[in-house]
């Protein structure tokens, strides 16, 4: 059986933690936070530190941003510690970073698999997740009965590349949501009840993924965040990036991320991304 440890327990990192010890497979865990490590040690995982998570034949690391990444993977020297394991890195980041991380393992016989992922917590537990997948093939291969328990792979290409296509959807997807916001407040406004506007826009040629996931939480009045306005912007502010360091004019990803800037001023950063609503309904002085 392959031996798993898994790095970062936040609301995905542990949400993956736990279905890999559900899958069966033998798993080590660590956080900053002890709270989350009692939480996977009381469903069998057994605690270690950086270093210690070589024990493990594949190491999952799953971290805020890119300077923790960095951090925890760069700068403490760690990677000397996990010579000839796999390294599968599900944070996202700047497709830089994981190259980076990818050309000092490389010096310490460390496979690099990056595989950000689409999906929250919940698709983690259910196995439901889509891994984007920058690897070459043969690291891919001994990693993929991991990431199999964990959803679907998407091979993209090389390291670097998982995280692009990452960012790239995170754009199409918060632009969809924001779209949403603005199209559904116009419809309340203009006298249609929350309920009945859903039912219809659910079966209609404008709704997306994001509408008929998310707006049922807006209807319930509940933003509790399975995925934050916070980390929405993050990923926008990195897709931004992306693009000017390529020339790319992206106007559109611009103003929506101004949208979320203007969420998170509002003091929405810890709620789900739906929350965004909540700008245009200020917007428009009632609710939708």
């Not at 031996?3 to 069966?24: H, K, N, W």
């Not at 999952?60 to 760690?78: A, C, H, Q």
């Not at 390294?87 to 497709?95: C, D, F, I, M, R």
């Not at 219809?200 to 998310?214: E, M, P, T």
Request: charge should be negative; aromatic fraction near 4%; include cysteine.
């Amino acid at each position: 059986m392959i031996r798993t440890a898994v790095l970062g327990l936040g609301a995905m990192g542990g949400a993956v933690a736990q279905r890999l010890l559900e899958s069966g497979f033998p798993t080590l865990v660590y956080d900053i936070d002890p709270d989350a490590v009692a939480r996977l040690v009381a469903r069998g995982a057994t605690a270690c530190d950086p270093a210690g998570a070589g024990a493990a034949d594949v190491i999952v690391t799953s971290l805020p941003n890119d300077r923790i990444v960095t951090e925890v993977l760069l700068d403490s020297g760690v990677l000397a510690k996990w010579s000839g394991r796999v390294l599968v890195e599900l944070s996202t980041t700047l497709p830089e970073t994981v190259r980076a991380v990818a050309d000092a393992a490389a010096g310490h016989a460390v496979a690099v698999v990056d595989s950000p992922v689409s999906g929250g917590p919940a698709e983690a537990l259910a196995g439901k997740l889509v891994e984007l997948v920058g690897a070459d093939p043969q690291a891919l291969e001994r990693v993929r009965p991991v990431l199999s328990a964990l959803g679907t792979i998407e091979h993209v290409g090389a390291v670097g590349h998982g995280k692009t296509v990452k960012l790239v959807n995170n754009l199409m997807a918060m632009g969809n949501i924001v779209v949403s916001a603005e199209a559904f407040t116009l419809g309340v406004r203009l006298g249609m009840d929350r309920q009945e506007l859903f039912d219809v826009l659910s079966r209609s040629g404008g709704r997306s993924f994001h509408f008929l996931k998310r707006w049922p939480y807006a209807l319930a009045d509940d933003y509790h965040a399975r995925f934050a306005v916070a980390l929405g912007e993050k990923d926008m502010r990195l897709g931004l990036a992306l693009a000017h360091q390529s020339g790319c004019v992206t106007p559109i990803s611009a103003a929506v991320h101004q949208i979320f800037e203007m969420a998170r001023a509002k003091g929405l950063g810890d709620e789900d991304v739906v929350a965004v609503l909540k700008v245009f309904q200020e917007w428009a002085g009632g609710q939708a």
